[in-house]
């Protein structure tokens, strides 16, 4: 079994109680923005910093169990994700030792494929629907790109871990949106899960959300206004999510 090989070589404090009547139901992705693991376990164990997350996987695939899944880590801090705020009661926060977007490293394959096993094993003990395997940039989308454009998601959907989707491309995929086409992208954005978007908003804290989404599905719009194939998109990951 996965459990026997995660390595308890190191343990964070920063952590608390679940309440009672909380469900796990969400899996939140991050990259540690370290170059390496003791980098990463310094600021996940720190009493100062008070962040932590329940795994770690390093670069080589070895999978660290910092924080039981019963106790509430400290990961996704000031979050929400459709009705749900404060994440942290309700998810399992994995880590994963990246140095960050800003410095264009990619994943290594033997370490995808340890973030591929972890989330089965989460996945089916706690029957959490892979809609609900989430990034950090999603479910706090004004503050963080973790895990960052880099992060593998088609990897993760041809393995059920990801609603992640593609779609052929149209001649005017790429035309501007009209002020009601760019306020029901919006709307989409809301009801595929994005929380604080404001559907009759400024674009400025619209664009964070925005860049979120597009981060996450069609990395090519990042800091772009949104585009014909970006509400094809949202629509079709809107639908398949409502049948699953």
């Known amino acids: 079994m996965l459990e026997k090989k995660f390595v308890h070589t190191f343990k964070s404090k920063n952590f608390d109680n679940r309440s009672k009547k909380s469900k796990i139901k969400y899996i939140i992705l991050h990259y540690t923005e370290t170059k390496n693991l003791n980098d990463a376990i310094k600021l996940l164990c720190s009493k100062k910093r008070k962040v932590s997350a329940h795994y ?146 400024s674009f400025s804290k619209n664009k964070l959300i925005s860049n979120a989404f597009h981060r996450h599905y069609f990395p090519q719009l990042i800091n772009k206004k949104p585009r014909r194939i970006s509400v094809r998109l949202i629509k079709k990951i809107i639908n398949l999510t409502k049948n699953i």
């Not at 910092?66 to 705020?85: F, I, M």
């Not at 002020?179 to 992208?185: A, D, G, I, R, T």
Request: hydrophobic share 40%; glycine share 4%; charged share 30%.
């Open 56 to 201: 770690v996987i390093d670069l080589d695939g070895k999978i660290y169990l910092l924080v039981e899944d019963t106790k509430r880590a400290w990961h996704a801090g000031l979050s929400s994700w459709k009705n749900e705020k404060y994440l942290n009661e309700t998810s399992i926060g994995i880590e994963i030792v990246n140095e960050g977007e800003q410095k264009k490293k990619k994943y290594p394959k033997i370490q995808i494929k340890s973030v591929i096993l972890l989330l089965k094993y989460l996945k089916n003990k706690f029957q959490i629907k892979k809609t609900n395997i989430l990034a950090h940039s999603d479910i706090a989308p004004t503050r963080k790109i973790d895990p960052g454009v880099f992060f593998p998601w088609e990897e993760l959907a041809k393995n059920s871990l990801s609603n992640f989707s593609k779609i052929k491309r149209e001649k005017n995929d790429f035309d501007m949106l009209t002020p009601e086409e760019l306020v029901f992208f919006f709307n989409c954005l809301k009801i595929l899960g994005f929380h604080e978007t404001e559907v009759n908003g």
